[in-house]
């Protein structure tokens, strides 16, 4: 089983920046790909950005530009450096991690960290 834990939410002013980590541990061979969703009320977890081993990235429409997501493979680690927040933006932000065994796909996420952008 994986374990995912995230850090460095809080509490910014719009226009300000927050970088979020996320550490992956436990019984881990090879993580596929790695991931940031954020989660509101009343709305489904939805994509904020991924990113592949290889270091291939996808973001959503509304944060690109402005976010930044990486992975360090050896540490199984994968941060995302939040720039020029909105209030819209607020939200629990989750990272996750794809693992493929025997062609088999296993998902785990992490209990979330929140975010809020206020004035």
């Known amino acids: 089983q994986v374990q995912l834990v995230e850090s460095g939410g809080g509490l910014v002013q719009p226009g300000g920046s927050l970088r979020l980590s996320c550490a992956a541990s436990?019984?881990?061979?090879?993580?596929?790909?790695m991931g940031w969703y954020q989660h509101t009320p009343g709305k489904e977890r939805e994509l904020v950005a991924t990113?592949?081993?290889?270091?291939?990235?996808n973001y959503a429409d509304s944060v690109k530009g402005r976010f930044t997501i990486s992975r360090d493979n050896a540490k199984n680690t994968v941060d995302l450096q939040m720039n020029s927040l909105k209030p819209e933006d607020t939200a629990v932000y989750s990272c996750?991690?794809?693992?493929?065994?025997?062609?088999?796909?296993?998902?785990?996420w992490g209990q979330g960290t929140q975010v809020t952008v206020s004035s």
């Open positions: 996750n991690a794809r693992v493929i065994l025997n062609g088999r796909s296993y998902v785990y």
């Open positions: 436990g019984s881990i061979v090879s993580i596929n790909t």
């Open positions: 990113i592949t081993s290889g270091g291939g990235t």
